[in-house]
């Protein structure tokens, strides 16, 4: 996915969705802070949002853009519509969101997560690709892990999960 598809999506999933603001937490959010992000990270061809101020027409935007639709046959990606609570994330994430607002989103907002806040999200999803994704953020240099440590720790998770993510982020970082 390239920056230009992000801000495509974000003002498909505005018209659809009678919207002007949406949350991006998927891992393309990415694409928001590093819109040059290395093509490591650009590999997926969904783009997660959530309608900000009209929650209730996210299942609009999955039908008309979603996967098989023909947004999705026209264009090589598609837009899925969820609700935020699939998304696991770090307190306070709303305040350091980047906008992505321009012409190409026909000045419609797409909130994007801080690399941060997706990093610890994706990891307390802990699938091999999050877990992937996030490596190679930290390789990067695109996360700090002391930073992402801190993130971890403001996860909606137990205690032990928290360690176990903390663990995981220590070592890998050790193995670079």
């Not at 027409?57 to 999955?62: G, P, R, V």
């Not at 046959?73 to 321009?102: I, K």
């Not at 953020?137 to 971890?152: F, M, S």
Request: proline fraction near 3%; charged fraction near 30%.
């Amino acid at each position: 996915m390239t920056r230009a598809e992000l801000e495509h999506a974000i003002r498909a999933a505005c018209d659809v969705a009678d919207e002007t603001e949406l949350w991006v937490f998927g891992s393309q959010a990415i694409l928001g802070e590093h819109p040059d992000a290395p093509r490591a990270l650009r590999q997926s061809v969904e783009v997660d949002v959530s309608p900000k101020n009209r929650p209730e027409n996210t299942e609009l935007i999955d039908g008309a853009l979603g996967e098989l639709s023909l947004f999705h046959r026209t264009h090589g990606f598609y837009v899925h519509g969820l609700s935020l609570d699939a998304a696991r994330l770090p307190d306070g994430w709303e305040e350091r969101t980047v906008v992505v607002q321009n012409e190409g989103t026909r000045h419609n907002k797409g909130y994007c997560l801080e690399s941060h806040d997706l990093a610890a999200s994706k990891l307390a999803a802990f699938r091999d690709k999050d877990r992937d994704f996030v490596r190679t953020l930290l390789v990067e240099g695109l996360v700090d892990a002391g930073a992402l440590v801190e993130r971890i720790s403001a996860l909606p998770i137990v205690d032990e999960d928290e360690l176990r993510l903390c663990r995981w982020v220590e070592g890998t970082s050790r193995e670079m």
